[in-house]
């Protein structure tokens, strides 16, 4: 029993030091590029399509990852997170129906996104 919850404490503490910069460096930056990179070269094969489909699902649960309680900052961030999930499900509608304008209008829609919650929430501006 005190094993077992040895165990819980290290999986919650993994969980912990996960946090909005990860999900971004790891989820939403290489995804997010994925899709801007169809203004430049649309996907030709199948295979490729595929990999994008794939991309644009991982942006769909980062939104989703954005809105867990330990990172959630609000109900404005809340909305930008599942707009940028809203985007990632269009990528995908497009994507599956192999339409390179839908997917790019998709990151045009991504890009909003990005830029509204970055004006809010990263010091700067971004
Ligand atoms: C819901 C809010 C939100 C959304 C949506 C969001 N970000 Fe972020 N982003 C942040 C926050 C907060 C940070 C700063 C995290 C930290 O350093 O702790 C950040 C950091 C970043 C950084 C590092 C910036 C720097 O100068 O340090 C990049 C790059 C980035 N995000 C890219 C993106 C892209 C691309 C998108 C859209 C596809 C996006 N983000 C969408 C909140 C958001």
Request: glycine share 6%; with cysteine.
């Amino acid at each position: 029993m005190s094993h077992l919850s040895t165990v819980i404490i290290i999986a919650a503490a993994t969980v912990a030091n996960v946090g909005v910069r990860d999900v971004m460096d790891a989820m939403i930056i290489p995804a997010s590029n994925a899709l801007f990179d169809v203004g430049r070269q649309a996907p030709e094969s199948d295979e490729e399509w595929l990999a994008l489909r794939k991309q644009a699902v991982i942006l769909v649960e980062a939104g989703r990852a954005l809105t867990i309680d330990s990172r959630s900052r609000g109900i404005a961030w809340d909305n930008w997170s599942e707009a940028l999930s809203a985007a990632g499900q269009s990528a995908i509608n497009a994507i599956d129906n192999r339409d390179a304008d839908g997917a790019l209008d998709a990151g045009n829609a991504l890009i909003e996104t990005c830029t509204d919650c970055h004006l809010q929430h990263l010091p700067a501006g971004n």
